[in-house]
């Protein structure tokens, strides 16, 4: 005798409830590769960016349910960049050769994500989105078309932030400093944005002295940047060189008042220094005030990501950067490289219902997308905008470190920044 088994009675032999049942997640994965530095000068930030993803991911995974993200639930391949362009590249190949990955998240520092987009993604119509490059070369190449449309970046570029460090350090009274720069992409690409800006607004370079990461010792590259007794220092690089630079300036008798990059404002580095050395530490970086997905994010982050706190450097824009690919996933209603990159801009659209990280805030991105109607995601750093080179056009923060804290004190507009650009020599 054969017996027809309902549904409900199917899932109770099985030991489930047909609510569990129907909440079980798909079977199958989305597979998105991540190249990000784990180890080396730029680890920290790599680390803590995965961390990110791991929560985006898991969150849009739980928001999809059953039904999963355009079929699948998402999931990441990590590979480490060891900091380092020529390692970066070849586990970029291995995914997108060997792993057959439509899209990509990375790489960290601009010297990694350079020779990935040239080399890799770009020629292979790979979608890549790096949540920390900041690098104007990068707007470069698309410009000249040699990202094919490809890249995409969660953070500002150092054309406008080098501007906006300018107009900060005047506003603190830092018209005279000297400047220590990693020697790479970004520490030079940084400089010269610095140096035209600072400058045209009547601000004096005593000095400027380039560095290599991983140094054992920067006792040489200090002391010359200490001549001319400079009453200020701006420190462009990485949060491990930059602890042991700025602790050999404050061995070596520099005056304790600083001007840092977006990627100091770390616990790590701060812990490292000594929160008593940088009363008078300013920088800036770009994003918004809170907003309910900072919120979010400040409240979800730290208790999953081993260590690290929601300022973490990258970990915001990396969770940012994996939130948009996967309501790109979803939008694109599969995981071809096309359909994902022509969506990044679908579910950034300035005329989309705001949706914010969150379980709610992206079931109803999925509702939204299902029911083909507009999408605004605004995330930890706000809500962004992509332009036709994949760059992102939104505010800076201006903050201090007051009580070993990184306290935002002020915002400037991309009005403002670019107000001051128009106004500087060619």
């Known amino acids: 005798m054969r017996f027809l088994l ?9 030991g489930l409830s047909p609510l569990t049942a129907s ?12 190249v990000v530095s784990l180890t080396g000068p730029a680890g920290r930030f790599g680390q803590a960016a995965s961390k990110s993803v791991d929560l985006a991911f898991g969150e849009l995974n739980k928001a999809a349910g059953a039904s999963g993200v355009a079929g699948c639930k998402l999931a990441v391949d990590l590979r480490d960049a060891q900091s380092q362009g020529s390692v970066a590249v070849d586990q970029a190949r291995q995914l997108v050769d060997l792993k057959k990955v439509p899209a990509l998240i990375g790489g960290i520092i601009s010297s990694v994500s350079i020779p990935i987009v040239t080399s890799v993604t770009g020629p292979a119509g790979v979608v890549q989105i790096s949540p920390a490059s900041t690098s104007p070369t990068l707007t470069k190449l698309a410009l000249e078309g040699k990202t094919n449309g490809w890249f995409f970046r969660t953070i500002t570029s150092d054309a406008l ?24 992409d970004f520490g030079v690409n940084m400089l010269a944005e610095f140096k035209r800006a600072f400058e045209a607004l009547g601000g004096r370079i005593i000095s400027i002295t380039p560095y290599n990461a991983q140094q054992s010792s920067y006792n040489a590259e200090v002391t010359n940047a200490l001549k001319g007794d400079p009453p200020a220092l701006y420190f462009i690089g990485y949060p ?5 630079i700025v602790r050999t300036w404050i061995q070596q008798g520099g005056p304790q008042k600083f001007l840092l990059n977006d990627g100091m404002n770390a616990a790590d580095f701060i812990k490292g220094v000594g929160p008593q050395f940088l009363a008078n530490a300013f920088g800036t970086s770009s994003g918004t005030n809170k907003t309910p997905s900072t919120e979010f994010f ?16 990258a970990a915001d824009r990396a969770f940012d950067a994996a939130a948009i690919l996967g309501l790109a996933i979803a939008h694109a209603g599969k995981f071809e490289a096309a359909a994902i990159r022509d969506s990044i801009r679908k579910v950034t659209d300035p005329g989309g219902e705001v949706v914010h990280a969150g379980p709610q805030g992206f079931a109803r991105a999925f509702q939204l997308i299902k029911e083909k109607k507009p999408v605004r995601y605004s995330g930890v750093i706000g809500a962004v905008q992509f332009d036709k080179n994949g760059d992102i056009v939104g505010p800076f923060r201006t903050w201090r470190i007051v009580n070993g804290e990184v306290t935002t004190v002020g915002q400037m507009t991309v009005e403002d920044v670019q107000a001051i650009q128009a106004k500087l020599p060619k």
């Open 6 to 14: 309902s549904s409900m009675t199917v899932a109770v032999l099985a």
């Open 23 to 34: 909440a079980q997640a798909p079977s199958c994965s989305h597979t998105v590769g991540m």
């Open 161 to 184: 932030q080098g501007t906006a460090a300018a107009k900060y350090a005047i506003d603190q009274g830092m018209k005279t400093l000297t400047i220590i720069h990693v020697n790479n």
């Open 240 to 244: 491990g060189d930059g602890t042991t």
């Open 298 to 313: 400040a409240s979800a982050y730290p208790a999953m990501s081993g260590g690290f706190d929601a300022g973490a450097p």
